[in-house]
């Protein structure tokens, strides 16, 4: 008898310890909060006669104290898996403030090829390359509302604009420049400084811009291909925000860069100026303190791991942004080195792109050839020993 007895609560042992991190909590103790029973007051067990009776006559208001006061949602979610916020990740921001991409794991560069060999190669030998071809950084400071970018006197092959929206005025409080609404945006002559074949990545927020950097791309002779989206995490200083959007029905976390192309460029054709499929449209990173501007630096790791062009336009940098391989132009620049004949020296008709080696060749993926055409002349691989195989 003694012997059952002490395999019946060792299995109720087990089970306890089971539901307690099914739950999410510490131990037995914790349990009984979560699950709402007390062990220390048993509850006496009314006869039959006297159940109807005390139904009825039970004043359930004199246990229930003047002001309930609820700091999060665990009062409703007792005995339930969502009290668990490694189950119910939207729950628990309401709670913490905790937003849920938080939870992702391995989205930094360092840690994210981590389990994929050949990836993490591939990355190391074209950040080596792209180090070894690139320009010594320059920046110019000038008024953009004013500046023709004619007077660059060059065709680049990737133009990014990072334009200071009035969308970050409502909602990152910054006011400390002049925000540019979407009309000045549009105006820029970006047209007339992009290669015959070249692509455009503009950062538009998250509100109108998604809809009227379109627009923009429309009219300077690009055609929409991509959305880069840049969620924001909030580890560092969780909490809701407090300046949201007056048409927004959710708190925006996020922010969307749009990528254009200009001229025909195939993944399968044109594999001397563009690598596709490195890297993913997706950028999680820390947010910015409250009032900055600074965009994350991946964004430059897949512009430059994309598209092996060596002509790069960064539109509205700072000295933050000055980076080697890029001509950084915009007004907050706090001095100017940009020399047009000497920059464009660093350019021949040989040596446009940053090229290309035979194990970044054989690691990068590509896309299968068309059907029925196969592999013939190297064209569907996208060789770059054919230097600009272009499609017809």
């Keep these: 008898m003694g012997d059952m007895l002490k395999e019946l609560r060792e299995k109720s042992r087990k089970r306890k310890q089971l539901l307690a991190q099914t739950l999410g909590v510490s131990g037995a103790e914790e349990l009984r909060q979560v699950l709402g029973t007390d062990a220390a007051t048993p509850k ?11 139904e009825v006559k ?8 003047d002001q309930l006061i609820y700091r999060d949602s665990s009062t409703f979610l007792k005995g339930t898996q969502s009290s668990n916020p490694h189950n119910d990740y939207c729950q628990h921001f309401v709670d913490t403030g905790q937003r849920p991409q938080n939870f992702i794991r391995d989205v930094g560069l360092a ?24 320009t010594p950084p320059m920046y110019l400071k000038c008024d953009l509302t004013s500046y023709d970018l004619k007077n660059l006197n060059c065709k680049f092959d990737v133009i990014l604009i990072e334009p200071p ?16 609404s979407w009309d000045q945006i549009m105006h820029l002559d970006v047209g007339e400084v992009a290669a015959q074949r070249s692509f455009v990545f503009l950062w538009c927020g998250s509100s109108e811009g998604l809809d009227m950097g379109r627009v923009c791309l429309r009219k300077w002779g690009f055609r929409r291909c991509e959305d880069i989206c840049w969620i924001r995490t909030n580890i560092k200083n969780p909490g ?21 192309i200009k001229g025909t460029v195939r993944r399968s054709t044109d594999g001397d100026f563009i690598h596709a499929n490195v890297d993913i449209d997706l950028i999680i990173s820390e947010e910015n303190e409250y009032g ?31 980076r080697p391989g890029w001509l950084t132009v915009g007004p907050d620049l706090t001095n100017s080195n940009y020399n047009a ?23 990068r993926p590509k896309s299968p050839p068309a059907k029925g055409k196969g592999n013939s002349g190297g064209r569907g691989r996208g060789s770059f020993q054919r230097g600009r195989g272009r499609g017809r």
């Excluded at 407090?242 to 029905?249: F, G, H, L, S, Y």
Aim: aromatic share 10%; with cysteine; net charge neutral.
């Design 292 to 322: 900055s501007l600074e965009k994350p630096v991946e964004i430059f790791h897949i512009i430059e791991h994309f598209c092996l062009g060596r002509r790069r336009l960064h539109l509205f940098g700072r000295d933050s942004t000055i």
């Design 240 to 260: 809701h925000s407090k300046n949201i959007e007056p048409k927004a029905v959710f708190q925006r976390t996020k922010e969307h860069c749009l990528m254009g």
């Design 165 to 180: 929206l009035e969308e970050y005025q409502r909602t990152m409080g910054a006011t400390n420049m002049q925000f540019w």
């Design 44 to 54: 006496k067990k009314p006869t039959s006669s006297s159940t109807s009776q005390e």
């Design 58 to 65: 039970y004043d359930y208001k004199k246990d229930t104290p």
């Design 341 to 363: 004949e000497l920059y464009s020296s660093s350019f021949t008709a040989t040596a446009l792109t940053t090229g290309c080696t035979e194990r970044i060749e054989a690691l």
């Design 111 to 134: 840690d994210r090829f981590e389990e994929y060999p050949k990836l993490r190669e591939l990355i190391k030998l074209k950040d080596d390359l792209i180090a070894e071809t690139a």
